[in-house]
């Protein structure tokens, strides 16, 4: 499953324009054409970004904003505004209301792809287009390969998530229901335990690689992707 990216916006050619993009860049995009469609469609399942229009019939896209910064399933969803406006005020209002970026129309394709890119990183790293690669083991979010050195690494969906989401955040504890939130995503009701299959899952395709390890285990608190390698009790491998 890829990053989905959710576009409001009622003017058919510049919404078809950015789709195109995005698909080109990897994203998944979902069109809405009024505020009230998105809202349709945000029920249904949360997007990783909105790609936000100012200017909508009916409710205002700054409207919109402040209606979803309010509600507390969709208040952390990443937002860029488009707009035709260029003044300091709008911009400041559109800040304001908690838009986390802001793109003045007309742009270019590829100047909102890197905007994109940035708020994506910056606030779900797991979401953004970027390759992630740990001593050679790379994730792909494009094409979805994972692979070490020149050999591919098969997984499965869920497999593929879970390591691009711990590739992401190396080196912190994420306990088993905080994994559910961030992988699975919102909406999914699975037992904890689910969590633990998959982590064995990936283990084993992992296994080929000797970096399996990395997935480690801390007891009681959850699972951590570490490359640092553990270093023998009687210090004999310490490296300074
Ligand atoms: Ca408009």
Redo the contacts with the bound molecule.
Sequence with gaps: MSTKILIV???AAIRELIAYNLQQAGYESICAEDAERAMAIIHDALPDLILL????PNMTGIDFARVLRRNERTRLIPIIMLTARTQEADKVAGLEIGADDYVTKPFSPRELIARINAVLRRLIPEASAQVVEIHGLRLDPVNHRVTDGSREIALGPIEYRLLHFMMSHTERVYSRSQLLDRVWGDHVFVEERTVDVHIRRLRKALQWTGKDSWIQTVRGAGYRFSAVAVVPANGSNKKS
Excluded at 53 to 56: A, E, H, I, K, V
């Design positions: 916006e009622d003017e229009d100012w200017l909508l």
